[in-house]
């Protein structure tokens, strides 16, 4: 399948739609996960933001270095097991109920290893009271969040994402009043913790209520198949653990070579860059289970599915990057206040890991669809090596800004080795046109902004943007038809082999 000539002009889409199926389309699930992920966007501004301009930087400096090393922690309970629920989900309902409690259990038993293991930590470091309490109470709301995200797998599969804005909105809203609460009663630094842990317990608990009485509620598994689920599982969770980590490491290593002022000033920009990943995951979260099901019904329908989410991947990122580079010293005054302006050199470098951090993700997606899960986590966890160990040899002779070069290079590799890896799988993407009229497009956009601003950056922004989209979509690099192919898949569901079941 790696030759156009072995496929028809037009491969063919999905088939028409099954009676008594009613899937959402790509594009209405995609709204639906996108509007959930710009809640989580803008309030995470917002309380990045007031917690930054709260916190003095080195304070600030600790608050992100616990969050980062519990995240970076509680990675490993995830654990593959969603996309591994989804999948199977996707393709056979009749034992969904039972996989769905056997991911349960292994995910709160490695949520609770994990707990432990960072509370081991602190004590065998003699760690400070308080920075004990804040990594508990930042480990407890990431496994809630771990927990929460499993009983999406339900919302995935059955392709009803219709819940994921309304289950943020309640959890958003909780913890922008709990943390301002916290902020403006001045409640002190474990409060910052308390209120977001607090949220997300909140939507544990709704995420599985709704589950349960809207989808299918979690069965007691047999132990063959807890055993079956962690074996599939394992590899793809070492490669969802090496992933989130990539993203991390450089932030552990600016903390343990330079302190916690410089973590502030390297991991506040990098975060607010990593925050805009919500909007392409929301994508890769509507469609995995498409791509599951067309992996395995009509391989011909993924790969032309696939060659679209890789062109406007590849097209919209850069622009993006464009303009968050530019407005970097603006942003980080707006949104942090100037002592966080020494950060500005790595939200510039940053800015540009928005396209290589979205096609690993679509890649990815697509390896486990097509059960090629172990070919993802060994390039990801050749790069975090190659990432952990160039960070560290940057920082200790080059300072904690050279972080931001190294990480930028790891990602670009990552993306370099995930679209090789696929297209050995699939028809190689071809962007054609867009290739040559892509940094033609970035350097007029440049040049506008550069003109503009000076008289007014809001007006230079509008102009910049006018003119890189008017250049790729005025030229046919990107027509607007090609988008039209997406509502095709609207209800196109294969039979199900089973309905669900407990049994």
Same mark, same amino acid.
């Given at each position: 399948?790696?030759?156009?000539? &072995?496929?028809?002009?037009?491969?063919?889409?999905?088939?028409?739609?099954?009676?008594?199926?009613?899937?959402?389309?790509?594009?209405?699930?995609?709204?639906? !996960?996108?509007?959930?992920?710009?809640?989580?966007?803008a309030v995470g501004f917002l309380l990045l933001a007031g917690v930054a301009r709260y916190l003095p930087v080195a304070r600030y400096g600790e608050f992100g270095y616990i969050t980062t090393l519990a995240a970076s922690t509680m990675a490993m309970t995830y654990f593959g097991l969603q996309q591994t629920i989804i999948k199977e989900?996707?393709?056979?309902?009749?034992?969904?109920?039972?996989?769905?409690g056997a991911g349960l259990v292994l995910r709160s038993i490695l949520c609770l290893v994990a707990i432990l293991g960072l509370v081991l930590a602190d004590v065998l470091t003699d760690a400070p009271r308080e920075i004990m309490l804040a990594?508990?109470?930042?480990?407890?709301?990431?496994?809630?969040r771990s927990l929460a995200m499993l009983s999406g797998a339900a919302f995935q599969a059955y392709e009803r994402m219709i819940w994921e804005p309304v289950l943020t909105l309640a959890q958003s809203l909780t913890a922008l009043v709990l943390v301002g609460l916290a902020i403006w009663l001045d409640w002190g630094f474990l409060a910052l913790f308390g209120g977001v842990t607090a949220s997300l317990m909140l939507q544990v608990v709704l995420s599985w209520a709704v589950c349960a009485?809207?989808?299918?509620? =979690?069965?007691? =598994?047999? $132990?063959?198949?807890?055993? *079956?689920?962690?074996?599939?599982? !394992?590899v793809v969770g070492l490669g969802v653990f090496f992933n989130r980590n990539l993203v991390r490491v450089s932030t552990l290593i600016v903390k343990w070579m330079e302190?916690?002022?410089?973590?502030? @000033?390297? &991991?506040?920009?990098?975060?607010?860059?990593?925050?805009?990943?919500?909007?392409?995951?929301?994508?890769? %979260?509507?469609?995995?289970p498409v791509f599951a099901r067309l992996m395995l019904h009509d391989r011909a329908g993924a790969e032309r599915l696939y060659q679209l989410f890789f062109r406007y991947t590849l097209a919209w990122g850069p622009g993006v990057s464009l303009a968050l580079a530019f407005f970097a010293e603006d942003l980080i005054l707006l949104c942090f206040g100037a002592r966080y302006v020494p950060g500005v050199p790595v939200f510039q470098w940053m800015a540009w890991a928005i396209t290589p951090l979205a096609l690993d993700l679509l890649h990815m997606n697509i390896l486990v669809a097509m059960d090629k899960q172990k070919t993802a +986590?060994? #390039? +990801?966890?050749? +790069?975090? !090596?190659?990432?952990?160990?160039?960070? @560290?040899?940057?920082?200790?002779? %080059?300072? @904690?800004?050279?972080?931001? @070069?190294?990480?930028?290079? *790891? #990602?670009? %590799? %990552?993306?370099?080795?995930?679209?090789w890896c696929t297209a050995r799988a699939l028809v190689a993407p071809r962007p054609g046109r867009l290739a040559l009229l892509l940094p033609l497009a970035l350097a007029c956009a440049w040049g506008v902004l550069h003109v503009v601003a000076p008289v007014s950056k809001?007006?230079?922004?509008?102009?910049?943007? $006018?003119? #890189?989209?008017?250049?790729l979509v005025g030229s046919g690099a990107l027509p607007w038809q090609e988008i039209k192919q997406l509502r095709t898949l609207r209800r196109a569901r294969p039979p199900i082999r089973g309905a669900a079941s407990n049994d």
């Open positions: 399948m790696r030759g156009s000539a &072995q496929m028809p002009p037009h491969p063919p889409l999905p088939a028409p739609p099954v009676a008594g199926e009613h899937g959402r389309s790509i594009l209405s699930n995609s709204l639906f !996960v996108m509007l959930a992920r710009v809640m989580q966007l989900m996707a393709r056979d309902r009749t034992h969904a109920a039972r996989h769905l990594t508990l109470l930042c480990a407890t709301g990431e496994a809630c009485r809207r989808f299918i509620a =979690p069965a007691m =598994p047999s $132990a063959a198949l807890v055993k *079956s689920m962690l074996s599939v599982a !394992v302190g916690p002022e410089a973590v502030a @000033w390297f &991991q506040l920009p990098h975060d607010f860059i990593l925050r805009f990943g919500l909007v392409p995951q929301a994508i890769m %979260l509507a469609s995995f +986590t060994l #390039y +990801t966890g050749v +790069t975090l !090596v190659l990432c952990a160990g160039g960070a @560290w040899l940057a920082v200790a002779t %080059l300072g @904690w800004e050279s972080a931001a @070069w190294v990480a930028l290079a *790891s #990602y670009v %590799l %990552l993306a370099g080795l995930s679209t809001v007006l230079a922004f509008l102009a910049g943007a $006018a003119t #890189y989209c008017g250049l």
